[in-house]
Each structure stands twice: as C-alpha cells, then as structure tokens.
C-alpha cells in the first residue's frame, strides 16, 4: 500500500482529503486505499478532545481490539488525558506508524519512541 505521498501533508481541523487532514481522516485516506470504507464522523469544534475516544465507543460493532501492533491497526493515543483522543495507523513493519497531528503534519514515526510509547491505549483492527 502506497502511502508515501501523504507525508508531509497538512493538518486541517475536520480534514477529509490531501489539502489538510486531521488525524481520523488521515486514518480513513488509509484504509479507503486499503479498500476498506470508514464511517464519517462528525467533527463539531478543535477543541473537543474526547472526538476520537466517542468514535472509538460509537464504534465498537466495527472494531475489534488487539493485544499487539498488525499491520495496518489503528493504533490508540491519550495526548490529553482522559480520553483516547489521538490515533495513526501501524505500518507493515509493525513499529512505525503514520499520523498527523495539529501544527504537525503527516509523519510516520516509531511506536516504541518514548514519547509515543506511554501514550499508547490500544489498538484495533476493522472487523470486515
């Protein structure tokens, strides 16, 4: 799966397309070209930080959780703790990952980095 060209893209609060994306729809442009269609959640203000952790609820026909890193899981993150409020995508290799955060743009980087390692929650496989 080609996902090179993404790197480097920006961040946009609600982004659903290369011009800017957040960090769901940086997830959903992942697995649309895994050929796998995400629901579409409703992005209502940048300040909601518990997003992600209502999608990961919401969602919970749709996924199933995992003990370790696949390929191509959504991995889970609490940057504003309480909530899952953060998530990426976990690489072939299943120690990097792909994400984009705000004033950060599309970067993939390493799972066991210690900043990212502490904040990790989980992580889940799409179910279909």
């Not at 209502?44 to 919401?58: A, E, R």
């Not at 959780?65 to 940057?79: G, M, Q, S």
């Not at 705000?102 to 992580?123: M, N, Q, T, Y």
């Amino acid at each position: 799966m080609e996902y090179i060209d993404l790197i480097g893209k920006p961040f946009s609060p609600g982004g659903r397309n290369p011009n800017g994306f957040d960090c769901y729809g940086l997830v959903r442009e992942i697995y649309a070209r895994l050929g796998i269609a995400l629901p579409e959640y409703a992005y209502d203000s940048p300040d909601n930080f518990s997003l992600i952790h209502q999608l990961i609820h919401s969602g919970k026909d749709l996924f199933e959780p995992l003990e370790k890193p696949a390929p191509f899981c959504i991995v889970l993150f609490t940057i504003r703790p309480p909530y899952i409020s953060h998530i990426g995508v976990v690489l072939e290799n299943c120690n990097s990952f792909i994400h984009i955060m705000e004033k950060v743009c599309v970067a993939v980087e390493k799972l066991d980095h210690p900043i990212w390692s502490r904040r990790i929650r989980g992580f889940l496989k799409w179910k279909n």
